[in-house]
């Protein structure tokens, strides 16, 4: 654990923040330095507090507080930021923290702007989680699998990703789940087993439609009545049809510089990718009519919208 002495057992004077968009991946710090603490000190000395509705008059005995039972001590504070006096005495303490404590800051998305933030910077160890994607993701995945006992091949990791989505916190239950019911991961059973998310669904039915697959287009239809909203879901549909846009007229750009001008997931520009160099620019010009057309009919006539997704979809095919 960060902040240990490997002489003395003492944890040496440290704070340490945990932040960013990934909140599976800053939880599952925050576990670990949990256990190592109690590995080491026993549970007397880990205390979590609640920074929203903390009274920062109280720093001093948070911090100091070690007896006999606790020689050392773990604090850790969430969400200070929404405590605005708090936030701001924050910074005079953090010289101070005493050898005996370790303080952990979870803050997910502070204001940069504070002089809170740029303290936390420049003297703790600053440790920030972003999204896993792409390669990285799937590596994840596999790894994640033969953790717990798994085999999770690279085709397979991106079929459940496709399938599940980008959540770490779904696709770590439904690896799960998986290796529950096989150890060996494969194509059947994520199929069998995993439920695809809302905007696997919109790309899975558009590959379908754009494939000709005419009965798969009416199948999913057909099920997607009985679980979807057909505004919400027509919203998803319209957006890969607009990443399969943006990809098609990017011309030789790389994946991330188009997410990064369109402000689109690089995951799902990489996706649609594949998909665009598959159809080509005539095609998808003739997709995005039709959609932009649907769109229309959805908002100026009573007609049943999935009668309206469907026909479009057909015609897609078609």
């Known amino acids: 654990m960060p902040g240990l002495s490997a002489k003395t057992g003492i944890i040496k004077p440290m704070t340490i923040t945990l932040t960013g ?14 256990l190592s603490f109690v590995q080491k000190h026993g549970r007397h000395g880990l205390e979590k507090v609640d920074g929203e509705t903390f009274d920062h008059r109280e720093f001093s005995g948070l911090l100091q507080g070690v007896s006999l039972f606790a020689p050392a001590k773990l604090v850790i504070i969430k969400d200070l930021a929404k405590n605005k006096a708090a936030w701001e005495a924050l910074p005079e303490w953090l010289d101070v923290v005493p050898e005996e404590t370790t303080l952990v800051i979870i803050e997910p998305a502070p204001d940069k702007r504070t002089k809170t933030y740029k303290q936390l910077k420049s003297k703790s160890d600053f440790k920030e ?7 990285s993701l799937i590596a994840w995945s596999q790894d994640f699998a033969k953790n717990i006992g798994g085999d999770l091949g690279r085709l397979e990791a991106q079929n459940l990703i496709n399938r599940a989505g980008l959540d770490q916190w779904r696709l770590s239950s439904e690896i799960e789940k998986l290796v ?6 494969d194509l059947k059973n994520i199929e069998l087993l995993v439920e695809p998310s809302a905007d696997g669904n919109a790309f899975e039915l558009l590959d379908a439609a754009m494939s000709s697959n005419k009965i798969k287009v009416q199948s999913m239809i057909n099920q997607l009545k009985t679980e979807e909203d057909p505004y919400r879901f027509f919203g998803l549909l319209a957006s890969q049809v607009h990443a399969l846009a943006v990809v098609s007229i990017s011309g030789g750009k790389s994946a991330d510089l188009i997410a990064k001008e369109a402000g689109l997931h690089p995951f799902v520009v990489r996706k649609s990718q594949s998909l665009a160099l598959k159809l080509g620019a005539d095609k998808i010009k003739n997709v995005a009519a039709q959609v932009a057309q649907c769109d229309r009919r959805l908002k100026s006539t009573g007609a049943d ?13 078609a």
């Open 21 to 34: 968009e990934n909140d599976f991946a800053i939880s599952k710090a925050e576990q670990q330095l949990i």
């Open 129 to 135: 989680f972003n999204f896993v994607e792409g390669s």
């Open 180 to 185: 529950n019911y096989n150890p060996k991961i």
């Open 305 to 317: 919208p999935w009668d309206l997704l469907s026909l479009t979809l057909q015609k897609i095919a």
